[in-house]
């Protein structure tokens, strides 16, 4: 049985990654590799570069890069796992899988039929029912906005769903497991009865459960199917199946409250917006979304609940290095009922001139001081330390108050944040050309010439790197493997995007110089870094005439003299 690396390599062997691209990007031959306009950044003269030989691809303007399943997990926007699958079928080869993974495979797929017959139900009850049918024409969603979204109707007899399922051969504990019954004291009953049934996709468009609006007047008002083995309601989100594409296109995503309030947005053609399911926005929500784009714009209603919830959707969204703008809508509508109301072209007008969220959290707040430190709290989790920058510059100015002061009471904020709970603070990323050139001159010399990575690892450690992406990248190539292919398999994310940038730029003249000044400069840098720290302790001795100590360190900062002088 092959191992995983040996699958993973018959995968990429089996598919030619020009090929492969192609069918989303159109390439031309340049010398030796092909290029195109990048699809993950907006450029008009092409910078997205594919290497047959090397089977990887690089964009020298945005920085992505990677081979071919990097390239499907970032265009089509799917986990490491679905690429694979997916690849391994075009590359016709059959993946490994577990004795336990294939049941709880078999388990999954059991529970998804399930939920496509359950919604199959729903939706051929919903015209039986005329006060449902009338509540969704009354809401104007018309019939090819009911089929589009699946809508249907749960009938109020306690086994009517329960029954059809058994007919189609699922077994009650099974029906359980799905969140579609539950277990009673006479036997199972249905979950959801005299509801109107919006079914829940991921993001293949697979029913992986429900949410149910009551129209009785039955509390709760909205029922969501419980968490399965299918169905974690804090990592999806409503409509993104429906709204990726779009979302991609506008390059930002329109956060709404509720399942109708989504609807009526793609029914008027803001086809880009999705929503919670029934909980307030999470941090892995956030993570979803930043999948597809870095903008948002929550719209939440407009009344006290509505405001509060936004001023937490931001903090969250903020948090997972998301831009974020709050649009209120007037006249305390929420966005299905302005939709309804106002049109279209109001909604769009709305949506030019949303709130900066500096701006939205001073309009809602309290007292200056309240206000700033609501602010910095929210700030100072951001991850991009730029945007940080910009963003207590703006609430200086709002406030009306002294920018040096604000930065001043932000530092100490920031400070008591990161001793306490926060930890450390995400490195803000930065751009390849900003790199240590010396730095990145040795990955580049070692990929071409592994045979010197032994003797190289041997002067050199991790530690001596200053970039942490290089760094990385360099404890791999020293550990093993050598082999491009293989060492972008063992890398993620930023460090695929700057390995492939370097292993595409031009060979380097009279490569040992470079080598021997690259080390000479990396020993010098450390030597540097060593003698400020060793001046540092100097100072400190000296100031508590600890002589021991002091004599100590003078001569270990002699030694590290001379050992600069000899090299």
């Not at 294939?102 to 005329?130: C, T, W, Y």
């Not at 996709?201 to 199917?225: C, M, Q, T, W």
């Not at 870095?294 to 509060?308: M, Q, R, T, W, Y």
Request: aromatic share 8%; proline share 5%; charged share 30%.
């Amino acid at each position: 049985m092959p191992s995983y690396d040996d699958t993973l390599e018959e995968i990429k062997n089996s598919i030619d990654i020009v090929e492969l691209i192609s069918e989303y990007v159109h390439l031309k031959k340049a010398g030796q590799n092909w290029k195109g306009l990048c699809p993950f950044h907006t450029e008009k003269t092409p910078s997205f570069t594919v290497s047959p030989a090397k089977q990887i691809f690089h964009c020298f303007g945005c920085g992505a890069g990677g081979d071919i399943f990097t390239f499907l997990t970032r265009y089509e926007t799917l986990t490491f796992p679905e690429a694979l699958n997916m690849l391994a079928k075009k590359a016709g080869v059959t993946l490994k899988v577990s004795p336990k993974s294939a049941v709880r495979a078999g388990e999954k797929e059991v529970l998804i039929n399930m939920h496509k017959d359950a919604a199959d139900f729903f939706s051929q009850n919903l015209p039986k029912n005329p006060k449902a049918a009338a509540y969704l024409r009354d809401r104007g969603i018309d019939k090819e906005n009911l089929d589009a979204f699946g809508l249907g109707f749960a009938p109020k007899s306690w086994n009517a769903l329960l029954n059809y399922l058994k007919r189609k051969g699922y077994k009650p504990e099974n029906i359980k497991k799905a969140g579609l019954a539950v277990q009673g004291d006479k036997g199972h009953y249905d979950t959801f009865r005299e509801r109107i049934m919006f079914p829940i996709h991921d993001l293949r468009g697979d029913v992986i459960a429900f949410g149910g609006r009551s129209i009785d007047g039955s509390e709760p008002k909205y029922l969501n199917s419980p968490e399965t083995p299918i169905f974690n309601k804090r990592r999806v989100l409503y409509g993104l199946n429906r709204a990726k594409d779009s979302i991609k296109k506008n390059g930002s995503a329109l956060f709404m409250e509720g399942y109708l309030d989504v609807i009526t947005a793609h029914m008027f053609g803001f086809s880009n917006a999705v929503a919670a399911l029934g909980t307030a926005i999470t941090p892995d929500h956030g993570k979803l979304i930043k999948r597809f784009v870095e903008d948002v714009v929550i719209v939440f209603d407009s009344d006290p609940a509505g405001i509060k919830a936004s001023r937490s959707a931001a903090a969250i969204l903020l948090e997972s290095g998301l831009e974020v703008k709050i649009l209120s809508v007037p006249d305390n509508e929420d966005p299905d009922s302005f939709l309804r109301k106002k049109g279209k072209e109001a909604f769009k007008a709305l949506l030019k001139y949303p709130s900066h969220v500096i701006d939205f959290f001073v309009k809602h707040g309290g007292k200056k001081h309240i206000v700033a430190d609501e602010v910095f709290e929210v700030v100072a989790k951001m991850p991009n330390e730029i945007l940080q920058e910009e963003y207590i510059t703006r609430l200086a100015d709002i406030i009306d108050v002294d920018e040096h002061r604000v930065r001043e009471r932000f530092r100490k904020k920031r400070t008591q944040l990161k001793s306490g709970h926060m930890g450390q603070q995400p490195q803000t990323k930065t751009r390849s050309g900003q790199r240590p050139r010396n730095e990145i001159y040795l990955i580049q010399l070692l990929l071409q010439m592994p045979e010197r990575v032994k003797e190289i690892s041997g002067t050199l450690s991790g530690d001596d790197f200053k970039d942490g992406t290089l760094r990385s990248i360099y404890r791999k190539i020293i550990e093993g493997p050598t082999d491009l292919n293989d060492l972008i398999m063992k890398c993620e994310g930023e460090e695929k995007d700057v390995l492939s940038g370097i292993s595409l730029s031009p060979e380097l003249e009279d490569p040992e110089k470079v080598l021997s000044d690259c080390i000479r400069w990396m020993n010098e840098s450390k030597r540097g870094m060593l003698k400020r720290e060793l001046q540092v302790k100097i100072k400190e001795a000296e100031a508590k005439k600890d002589l021991v100590l002091l004599k100590q360190l003078q001569t270990d900062f002699q030694k590290l003299l001379r050992t600069g002088k000899q090299q």
